[in-house]
């Protein structure tokens, strides 16, 4: 069969495209062409299939990327040049830049022994006994960040040996004392959570 001309169609884009618009389809299997409707063609289209894992620049070229918002012509953008990213900004000056509100989950409050969530931050004791939590296992955690404070006049520990105080020294379970407002932000180094600041 001879290569046959079709010429470009200019009406049927955008709004001028109506669901019973015919679009010419190519059978490679037989010689001929065929004919189906919009809204047949798109009822077709099988479901993506993501199996592997979508990389982007896996050439590592110097090419950054973008996405713009309602407002905020620079909402995500990758610096490929320094390996950064910039929330807000194009020019972030850190591995990651936030430049605006930053928010993270709010406070968890206790009054029983508690286990820490995956998405917990902020802990806040409300037990009127001495309290005990189960701290995410550290060696799956390294770099997270723990606020823990209480508003008992009652000791928090930690379930296992793993907290190492202020001061250095061995890990142990003591987290807070028995004093209404202590508190301490604990840092995971990957063996043990690390007590940065907080009251003595």
């Known amino acids: 069969m001879a290569d046959v001309k079709i010429s470009a169609l200019s009406a049927l884009t955008g709004a001028n495209t109506a669901t019973d618009d015919v679009y010419v389809v190519v059978d490679t299997n037989v010689p001929e062409t065929k004919k189906q ?7 077709n ?3 993506a299939d993501f199996a592997g894992a979508n990389v982007f620049n ?14 905020d012509a620079n909402l995500f953008f990758l610096d490929a040049s320094t390996d950064r990213i910039g929330i807000g900004t194009a020019t972030p000056t850190a591995k990651m830049q936030v430049n605006g509100s930053f928010a993270i989950n709010a406070p968890v409050t206790v009054t029983t022994d508690y286990t820490v969530a995956a998405d917990a931050t902020f802990i806040i004791n409300n037990r009127a006994a001495s309290n005990t939590l189960t701290l995410p296992t550290p060696a799956d955690n390294t770099g997270r ?13 930690s379930a296992s040996s793993n907290v190492v105080p202020r001061a250095g020294g061995s890990a142990g379970t003591a987290i807070l004392p028995n004093t209404d407002g202590a508190w301490a ?6 063996t043990n959570w690390i007590i940065m600041a907080g009251t003595p």
């Open 37 to 43: 409707t919009r809204a047949e063609l798109f009822k």
């Open 45 to 47: 289209i099988p479901a």
């Open 58 to 71: 896996d050439a590592g070229a110097d090419v950054d990327q973008r996405m713009e918002g309602d407002t």
């Open 145 to 157: 960040i723990l606020w823990v404070s209480t508003i008992q006049a009652q000791t928090v520990v």
């Open 185 to 190: 932000m604990l840092v995971c180094d990957g």
